[in-house]
Nanobody, 112 residues
């Protein structure tokens, strides 16, 4: 059974940082890209960042480029999202996605 478990969300002031983690199990980690999505209240879910566990290639949405960094630890089957210079527009529920499966998400709230 595929499981994706997010952690690391919380409340932070604008300009602050958080690091999200996505612990994966139930599939061959190296075979898939792992993505982070977010959904703000009243808005559609949007892609934030993605990483290929096999070759380390990455993707970032324009809105987070230069502020967020995605990385993976294949030994731990975990993907991280380091989020710096957070602003209130980054507020939302952050979800991990891989191989057609979603985690339950973790809440990120950035106060102004």
């Amino acid at each position: 059974e595929v499981q994706l478990v997010e952690s690391g969300g919380g409340l932070v002031q604008a300009g602050g940082s958080l690091r999200l983690s996505c612990a994966a199990s139930g599939f061959t980690f190296d075979d898939y890209a792992i993505g982070w999505f977010r959904q703000a209240p009243g808005k559609e879910r949007e892609g934030v960042s993605c990483i290929s566990s096999s070759d380390g290639s990455t993707y970032y949405a324009d809105s987070v480029k230069g502020r967020f960094t995605i990385s993976s630890d294949n030994a731990k089957n975990t993907v991280y999202l380091q989020m710096n210079s957070l602003n209130p527009e980054d507020t939302g529920f952050y979800y991990c996605y891989a191989d057609g499966n979603w985690g339950r998400g973790t809440q990120v709230t950035v106060s102004s």
